[in-house]
């Protein structure tokens, strides 16, 4: 078809915007489907981690990589300071505070 032919038989306006709405649609039900075939493998590998007996999700409480009771001990016995036990075990401000609350 040449332009002139779209002229007179139909608007080309209507024409780009029937295509639009067209090319919308169908990437709409790619979309779609794709969300569902997502959302089915998932359903499926929680159901089969669930079978396995396989934890998922965070671990309640957080991985700890620290002793809180050492921290404690290790700060009141050398005295020192709340920045100097935390770089001396590695681990941040807020977690010395936490394990001084903790055993109090």
């Known amino acids: 078809m040449t332009h002139s032919a779209l002229n007179k038989s139909i608007k080309y ?3 780009i915007k029937a295509l639009t709405a067209f090319m919308l649609d169908t990437v709409a039900i ?5 969300y ?8 499926e ?15 309640i409480g957080g991985i700890k990589i620290h002793n809180d009771e050492a ?10 300071s709340i920045v100097v036990t935390a770089s001396h075990f590695e ?4 977690t010395v505070n936490r394990a001084m609350r903790k055993y109090k």
């Open 13 to 15: 306006n209507d024409l």
């Open 30 to 34: 790619a979309s779609r489907a794709n």
């Open 36 to 43: 569902e075939d997502r959302r089915l493998k998932q359903s």
């Open 45 to 59: 590998g929680i159901a089969k981690a669930k079978a396995n007996g396989t934890k998922s999700g965070k671990p």
């Open 71 to 80: 921290i404690v001990n290790w700060k009141n016995s050398s005295g020192s």
């Open 91 to 94: 681990v941040s401000k807020s």
